[in-house]
């Protein structure tokens, strides 16, 4: 799918206002939240992220909290269940669901990961690494194409957390993430808490990493907290666990991407052990404080959605 049909595909009437998201840091939306977020002395100026899989019921309490939320908020919707990266055809009923969710609600960014999930009509509750090779790369293209075609705008990719490495991949990470890119035409999604994790349980450089990945094709950044775990070696192992602040480590590393690209969209992840609202807002307001100092950049704008 080129750019041209992507672009050809945004064309839509808007139903919310179109909230803009450039240069704005954010956060997960949590329902226990909401009274805070929406109340009279609420001074949040952010985006807020969506797990879709949360809201693809049709009706009820969660879907009239979003809607308050997205009259006043630019929204990200973040797939966790797509199962780009699986053998089997993508589910047609959950594409079909998370089709009817970007037409509700016309979030700012859509994203999914660069990942499997299911296998057999089982969905499983992590996001499991692919081997980097020729057939899987086909495989992945196809599925995203099939994706942007069916919602009529482009997704962005996110980079995975990795535990295990493949001995028959024929691509690095870094370049198979490149041709995705390229040949379908989808922006990417940064995770860079994935990139650092990553680095430490695989044994290379983030800062190597991230000197290499497609900073041109990245239209959102994730950041979040990472439990430390010991192997039956007994080695350091790190887990993605989004269940804690952002590390110093991570914060450095966004401020280094951040300096050298500009302001990008940033959301702060936190999805367990969910801490007070004014404790998640300060971790916002942190990002927030990072991207102000690149305001003045601008990010391409054939990775923004509408």
Not at 32 to 54: M, Q, R, T, V, W
Not at 109 to 117: C, F, G, I, M, T
Request: proline share 6%.
């Amino acid at each position: 799918m080129t750019l041209e049909t992507i672009d050809a595909l945004t064309e839509s009437t808007h139903r919310f206002p179109a909230h803009p998201i450039a240069g704005l840091s954010g956060t997960s939306f949590k329902q226990e939240h909401i009274e805070e977020i929406l109340g009279d002395a609420s001074s949040y100026k952010g985006f807020f992220e969506i797990h879709a899989e949360n809201y693809m019921g049709a009706g009820g309490p969660p879907h009239r909290m979003l809607e308050d939320i997205r009259k006043e908020y630019p929204v990200s919707l973040h797939g966790v269940a797509m199962s780009i990266g699986g053998m089997q055809p993508l589910d047609t009923q959950h594409l079909r669901r998370f089709q009817s969710l970007v037409e509700r609600y016309e979030p700012a960014l859509v994203s999914e990961h660069l990942a499997w999930s299911t296998h057999g009509g089982t969905f499983f509750n992590d996001l499991l690494p692919l081997p980097y090779t020729e057939a899987t790369l086909s495989r992945v293209c196809e599925h995203i194409d099939q994706v942007q075609e069916a919602i009529r705008r482009p997704i962005l990719l996110e980079n995975p957390s990795t535990y295990v490495a493949f001995t028959d991949s024929t691509y690095d990470e870094v370049d198979f993430i490149k041709n995705i890119s390229r040949r379908t035409g989808c922006g990417l999604l940064l995770d860079i808490n994935n990139v650092f994790v990553s680095s430490k349980n695989q044994g290379f450089s983030a800062l190597d990493y991230l000197r290499s990945f497609p900073l041109d094709r990245v239209a959102e950044i994730h950041l979040a907290g990472h439990a430390e775990q010991f192997d039956d070696e007994g080695d350091l192992l790190l887990i993605d666990s989004h269940d804690g602040p952002v590390s110093d480590a991570v914060w450095k590393l966004f401020e280094i991407i951040i300096d050298k690209y500009g302001s990008i969209p940033t959301l702060v992840e936190w999805d367990s052990n969910i801490p007070a609202w004014p404790v998640l807002e300060a971790e916002v307001r942190l990002a927030q404080t990072v991207l102000d100092r690149r305001a003045v950049a601008s990010i391409p704008g054939q990775y923004h959605a509408a």
